[in-house]
């Protein structure tokens, strides 16, 4: 199986990445092809709202989302991490996910889609059922 590990908190080595990383780890032991992606270190566009994506399957940013993306489309499955931010994903994952959100969401059909969060007191739950965008 390929599956697409991606961290959504601005910071590589906190919390959220350890929590993956475990994970990561252990499906590479089950024999799992694993990719692991930082959002920090992409380089993305914020999303224009011309809804190209939802015509043509592609955005008009050629950037490191929209490669992103292409991985997705290739994966039997992903997991999305993010540190809960006022209740919510962080602001960078939510620019991932409006990037590729019509793109995504097709992308997402028939796959593994697990949502992971980390928080310190309240809205961890509903980050992790926003993270696998569900
Ligand atoms: C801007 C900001 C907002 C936060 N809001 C919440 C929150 O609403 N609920 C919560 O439980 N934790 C909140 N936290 C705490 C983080 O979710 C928590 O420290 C998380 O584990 C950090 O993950 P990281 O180490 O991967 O960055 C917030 C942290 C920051 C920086």
């Given at each position: 199986m390929n599956i697409i590990v991606i961290n959504?908190?601005?910071?590589?080595?906190?919390l959220t990445a350890a929590m993956l990383h475990r994970l990561a780890d252990t499906l590479l032991q089950k024999g799992a092809d694993v990719q692991y992606y930082d959002l920090s270190k992409l380089h993305m566009k914020q999303c224009?709202?011309?809804c190209a994506c939802y015509r043509?399957?592609?955005?008009i940013f050629q950037d490191d989302a929209e490669r992103l993306s292409d991985a997705i489309a290739k994966a039997d499955g992903i997991v999305i991490g993010s540190p809960t931010y006022v209740s919510n994903v962080s602001g960078l994952l939510k620019t991932f996910i409006d990037r590729g959100h019509f793109v995504i969401e097709q992308l997402l059909r028939g796959k593994y889609a697990v949502g992971i969060a980390t928080g310190e007191n309240y809205g961890s739950r509903d980050t992790a059922r926003i993270s696998a965008i569900r």
């Open positions: 959504g908190s601005p910071r590589p080595d906190g224009s709202g011309c043509t399957g592609h955005c």
